[in-house]
């Protein structure tokens, strides 16, 4: 019997006697023998399978991915289905990965923005060597028409001028004049290409070409010496134009910007126009890998300028010369170079003036006869070269480089002698003379550097990039301007004889801009609607004032589930202006003289803009259209205060002022007539600003209210007949005497009111190429037409002349601008 008391003694001689009784048991023996042999058989079929498996047969695959245009797809990815085996490739396109081989297995090719493909593998052994093409996503409509209207999640707009082809246009630019029709823009003369947006003035808007910002002259001071626009109507592919919360890819100017994107041709296509305005050339042939286009064009405004009230020899001559090459050797690279020469030259020999104003009850005459010219010159010269790096069709860099060169002359020597009257009667209110000098040079050049790049992924597209300017002006000027009202000199003083302007300018200016900006552009679709945000920033420096800048900006769109018609947008963004040389020039008088200098301290000015918006699509008849609508405020500050006269901006020279606009623009656009688009504008606005300090007065481009009208139309039963019109009305501007303050402007000018007509009938059509002998082989179409320049001869103001007399009574004498016109024109197209 076993002791119960727990002592090692014990407990070893319970162990002992355990495991005796085990050894005399036969039966648990037995027992044991069995599980033994049991053990010894499984550890052997184990062992064997075991043997098996580190024997299982493996198999190398390997090949290359290529695209539809046999170019390798770096980053493509190759995977076994239902397995983890698999491999991206590399920048030649080649793959290479180990898998356990297997009866039946299925390799998936992929790649964003490609289809997928498969190849199923029976039982391969060793090594398998594969090459497969990805076809690019794409969607053929194979002849069906669409007729929907792009739904816009940006404030970018796409502007189609296809109408605007067929009609005439006074001032040379056919794509700005275009964009005056447009909600939130602008104008007050047919000469001039400028254009108001939003309260800003010409130089706040932005004009990109291929992605390259383009420059015009600086010296320019009225329409009838501006010439020819820089952008070439026939070369342009697609219009881009936003009115505000534009994205940080742009650059810095606060107010717009107007992107334009050149045609690449495959095939041939031609052009020949000429009218009584001028004449134009254009032909462009291309390939797959190759694209070349010229243009010549050449403008003359004599006819036109003819129906102002001043006569005389107006000789304005404006020719140009543009090409864009394109050459993409593999789908890897490409390379874009761009030119432009430009001449404007503009002659005039006034003879005589003789103006009416005032009201019927209160109808005065003004007569002036002239001696004297003026010789003016501007002579640009614009070059861009670009080299893009395909890795794919979702990443790409791009090398930018860009040169612009301005020689200007401006020359005259105007004598005048006036009579100021009442209509009928010969008794003067006011007789003197004047004189206008001015002896002004300017050379300035700008070359831009810089790097782009962009990366897309599923949801994301990534743009950034680094620029480096370098701008140099130097400028020789001098002007001055003398009147005498009934024999005294003005302003007049009894010891000496001053003149009532004159200015005194010799500066250089040779600065750096650095910039960065950086910007995403995030899409998701989720039960409730979809959603784009773009959002980025920008970061300069300036070195002539030492300023570094940074400006965030964002747009959210949101298109909701329950009615995918309707989108939803907010943009908002801090933009700064960095003064070129005309805002950095004040100016300083001694002893009656003014001398100009350029200032070291002055400061970028800043706009920051709020825009709310909304686009609703609807049909009518089958027939689409779309409502849009944008409500804006921009806070305005460091602003540098500005007079205009005619298109000239002549700044106060230092950041003084604050301000404000704020207002709604809305807009109709769709087929009103099938098969061809038109739109209206409407758009209310206020802007505001307060000078050191001061009670707040209108800014030079307050105009209250604007609406715009592009409509066209054809012929019922025919597609020979096409006729455009497009009307303006804008609020008048603000004006006040000539070289005075702001706070003087207390006058408004009449309302700008004007409505232009063409009509285009198509002498030949072959399209469709169905004339294949003679002459008529060689044209597409050949179109003739008629335009009617202000069809209702309404007498529009552009600025005022001002007459003095010798108690300083001032009398407001109208500059209006041209008067009803016919012009013909004829337009071969190859």
Same mark, same amino acid.
């Given at each position: 019997m076993l002791n119960s008391k727990n002592t090692p003694l014990t407990s070893l001689n319970s162990f002992f006697m355990f495991w005796y009784n085990i050894y005399n048991n036969t039966s648990f023996i037995n027992l044991m023998k069995r599980n033994v042999r049991k053990y010894l058989n499984t550890t052997l079929l184990l062992w064997l399978l075991g043997v098996t498996i580190g024997n299982a047969q493996t198999v190398v695959i390997k090949g290359k991915?290529? /695209?539809? $245009?046999?170019? #390798? &797809? =770096?980053?493509?990815?190759?995977?076994?289905?239902?397995?983890?085996?698999?491999?991206?490739?590399?920048? +030649?396109?080649? %793959?290479?990965?180990?898998?356990?081989?297997?009866?039946?297995?299925? *390799?998936? %090719?992929?790649?964003?923005?490609?289809?997928?493909? +498969?190849?199923?593998?029976?039982?391969? *052994?060793?090594?398998?060597?594969?090459?497969?093409? &990805? #076809?690019?996503?794409?969607?053929? &409509?194979?002849?069906? =028409?669409?007729?929907?209207?792009?739904?816009?999640?940006?404030?970018?707009? /796409?502007?189609?001028?296809?109408?605007?082809? !067929?009609?005439?246009?006074?001032?040379?630019?056919?794509?700005?004049?275009?964009?005056?029709?447009?909600?939130?823009?602008?104008? !007050?003369?047919?000469?001039?290409?400028? @254009?108001?947006v939003r309260g800003g003035s010409f130089d706040e808007n932005s004009v990109y070409i291929n992605g390259i910002e383009v420059y015009r002259p600086l010296l320019i001071r009225s329409g009838q010496q501006e010439g020819l626009s820089i952008i070439n109507p026939d070369m342009v592919e697609r219009i881009g134009f936003s009115a505000g919360g534009f994205e940080a890819k742009y650059g810095e100017k606060m107010s717009s910007v107007l992107d334009i994107t050149y045609k690449k041709v495959k095939g041939f296509e031609g052009s020949v126009s000429a009218s009584l305005l001028g004449a134009s050339g254009y032909v462009c042939f291309g390939s797959e890998k190759f694209s070349m286009s010229h243009a010549v064009r050449y403008k003359t405004m004599k006819n036109l300028l003819g129906t102002m009230d001043t006569k005389g020899e107006y000789d304005p001559r404006d020719f140009d010369y543009q090409t864009y090459i394109s050459w993409s050797p593999s789908q890897r690279w490409t390379f874009d170079l761009m030119g432009v020469i430009s001449n404007n030259d503009y002659e005039f020999t006034p003879s005589d003036r003789t103006t009416k104003f005032g009201t019927s009850s209160d109808l005065k005459e003004f007569k002036v006869y002239f001696d004297g010219s003026e010789q003016d010159k501007f002579h640009t010269y614009f070059g861009a070269l670009s080299i893009t790096h395909n890795f794919n069709k979702m990443n790409s860099l791009t090398f930018n480089w860009s040169g612009f060169k301005t020689k200007e002359r401006e020359t005259y020597d105007i004598n005048g002698e006036y009579w100021l009257n009442n209509e009928g009667d010969d008794e003067s209110l006011g007789i003197g003379t004047y004189h206008e000098h001015a002896r002004n040079r300017l050379n300035a050049s700008m070359i831009n550097v810089g790097i782009t790049g962009q990366n897309r992924f599923t949801n994301h597209w990534l743009r950034y990039g680094m620029l480096m300017k370098m701008e140099k002006v130097d400028e020789t000027m001098r002007e001055w301007e003398m009147r005498d009202s009934a024999g005294y000199s003005l302003p007049h003083t009894a010891d000496r004889l001053d003149l009532i302007y004159n200015m005194v300018s010799t500066n250089s200016e040779k600065s750096k801009h650095y910039e960065l900006y950086f910007q995403d552009t995030y899409r998701k679709e989720f039960a409730e609607g979809s959603?784009?945000?773009?959002?980025?920033?920008?970061?300069? !420096?300036?070195?002539?004032? +030492? =300023?570094?800048? %940074?400006?965030?900006?964002?747009?959210?769109?949101?298109? #909701?589930?329950?009615?995918?018609?309707?989108?939803?947008?907010?943009?908002?963004?801090? @933009?700064?202006?960095? #003064?070129?040389?005309?805002?950095?020039?004040?100016?300083?008088?001694?002893?009656?003289?003014?001398?100009?200098?350029?200032?070291?301290?002055?400061?970028? $000015?800043?706009?920051? !803009?709020?825009?709310?918006?909304?686009?609703?699509?609807f049909r009518v008849n089958q027939r689409p259209f779309k409502f849009t609508a944008e409500a804006y405020y921009k806070a305005l500050s460091n602003l540098v205060p500005y007079n205009v006269d005619n298109v000239r901006v002549v700044y106060y020279g230092g950041n003084i002022a604050k301000g404000y606009a704020t207002g709604l623009d809305l807009k109709i656009y769709g087929e009103f007539v099938p098969g061809t688009d038109s739109w209206l504008s409407v758009g209310i606005m206020k802007t505001e600003e307060k000078i050191n300090g001061s009670k707040y007065v209108p800014r030079p481009t307050d105009q209250r209210l604007n609406c715009s009208l592009f409509f066209s139309d054809y012929f019922p039963t025919t597609d020979r007949w096409k006729m455009t019109l497009q009307a303006h009305y804008a609020g008048g501007l603000p004006f006040g005497p000539p070289h005075s303050g702001r706070e003087e402007q207390v006058f408004r000018m009449p309302s700008y009111r004007r409505v232009d007509i063409g009509i285009s009938y198509r002498l030949l059509k072959n399209e469709d190429k169905h004339i294949y002998t003679g002459i008529g082989r060689a044209f597409r179409n050949i179109w003739l037409g008629v335009d009617a320049f202000n069809i209702l001869d309404i007498s529009n103001v552009n600025s005022y002349y001002w007459v003095t007399d010798i108690t300083n009574h001032q009398y407001a004498v109208p500059n209006y601008l041209t008067r009803r016109q016919i012009n013909a024109r004829l337009l071969f197209e190859f």
């Open positions: 991915v290529v /695209d539809d $245009q046999k170019s #390798p &797809l =770096e980053l493509a990815q190759v995977r076994v289905e239902g397995t983890g085996c698999g491999a991206v490739c590399n920048l +030649k396109g080649e %793959f290479r990965f180990t898998c356990e081989s297997a009866d039946s297995m299925v *390799v998936v %090719f992929s790649m964003l923005g490609y289809e997928t493909r +498969k190849r199923v593998l029976n039982n391969p *052994v060793d090594s398998v060597t594969m090459s497969v093409m &990805l #076809p690019s996503l794409g969607y053929e &409509l194979g002849g069906v =028409e669409v007729t929907d209207i792009r739904r816009q999640t940006s404030t970018m707009t /796409d502007v189609n001028m296809e109408d605007m082809r !067929h009609m005439g246009n006074a001032s040379g630019g056919g794509v700005e004049r275009l964009i005056t029709s447009q909600a939130g823009v602008s104008t !007050h003369s047919e000469l001039s290409s400028q @254009y108001n959603l784009v945000l773009n959002y980025g920033a920008r970061l300069t !420096h300036w070195d002539w004032n +030492k =300023e570094t800048l %940074f400006s965030p900006r964002a747009t959210v769109a949101f298109t #909701p589930a329950k009615n995918d018609n309707l989108t939803y947008r907010f943009s908002t963004g801090v @933009y700064y202006q960095t #003064p070129f040389y005309k805002e950095m020039r004040d100016t300083l008088k001694t002893n009656n003289n003014t001398v100009a200098f350029l200032r070291d301290d002055i400061k970028s $000015q800043r706009s920051i !803009h709020f825009v709310l918006g909304m686009e609703y699509k």
